[in-house]
């Protein structure tokens, strides 16, 4: 459980850091994303659900 915490914790800092530095950049991709189809925005998930799996396999291995 704390390492799922801290994991969530780390999300909000890099999420928070992106939202400070580059506010403009993070609401154009937002509405490019609106603009995506549901496949290619399903495809994107699976595609970095895999990418976190597999570097947490090789961190945990």
Avoid: H, S
């Avoid at 799922?4 to 999300?11: K, N």
């Avoid at 154009?28 to 970095?48: C, F, N, S, Y």
């Amino acid at each position: 459980m704390n390492d799922f915490l801290t994991a969530i914790g780390l999300l909000l800092v890099i999420e928070g850091l992106l939202y400070a530095v580059a506010p403009l950049f993070i609401q154009k991709r937002a509405i490019d994303v609106t603009k995506m189809p549901e496949q290619t925005l399903r495809l994107m998930g699976v595609v970095v659900l895999c990418i976190g799996v597999g570097i947490v396999w090789l961190i945990r291995g």
